[in-house]
């Protein structure tokens, strides 16, 4: 399941004056769900059910 929007990534990559290869969306989607299980984790060791921005 794609957790960007490529075309959000792409046209900010765009404005700054970059391309994005095909395959670096996988690769940010991994990192982005990396990112979302380790919050879940520390949301859960802290006994909460609502994710917070310092869980990141």
Known sequence: MALVVKSVVGEKAKKAGVRVSAD???E???KIEWMLGEAVK???ANKRQTLYP???
């Open 54 to 56: 310092s869980d990141l």
């Open 28 to 30: 940010i989607d991994k």
């Open 24 to 26: 670096f969306y996988d």
């Open 42 to 44: 520390r949301c859960k």
